[in-house]
């Protein structure tokens, strides 16, 4: 339990500090130079070590980790990083990738991702509207997950968590249309 507690934590450090990266690249935030690839850094190892303490947690992540691949969410340098730790992390792992978990992961993200873009009705956009406003998208998948392999796979959902908290305690708002960047 304690081990469980930890990992969720961590998972959430991860998340605040990935988003710290995203402000430092595309908000304005600068606590100082070169702060985004110190947090990049610190995020990467965070992961990485999240996923090597379990299959469920790898492919949780992996799932996770293609998808915002998949939305080309690795728009910078700083992302790059991030990346590249976690997937040096995820090969080096003794666990491996359930592939039928990590691609239905990844369709479940990719679902979502298309419905919040392609709202066809009045009485839908209202339900889009709450359904995001409180970051249920990124909850729902991981939950979902871990009715399958148990209380690790909810664990993802600390990310997001992390990411969220970072949004309030910093002032981050939630999008920022960039030249090039689909939202």
Known sequence: MVELLALCALTWAGGFTAKLVDAHHEHGLDFFPHAGLLFAIAAGLIWGYVMTRSAILLTG????MFFWIYRLAWDC????????????FALSSVYRIDSGYAIAILFGYVLLHHLKIASPSPRWKAVHAFFYKY???VLLIPSVYSLFVGTQGFVVCFTSLGVIAANKVFHIPRHVI??????
């Open 135 to 137: 970051r249920l998208d």
């Open 178 to 183: 960039l030249p090039n960047k689909q939202i």
């Open 77 to 88: 340098v700083n992302h790059a990083i991030i990346l590249i730790l976690i997937l040096l």
């Open 61 to 64: 992540f992996m799932g996770l």
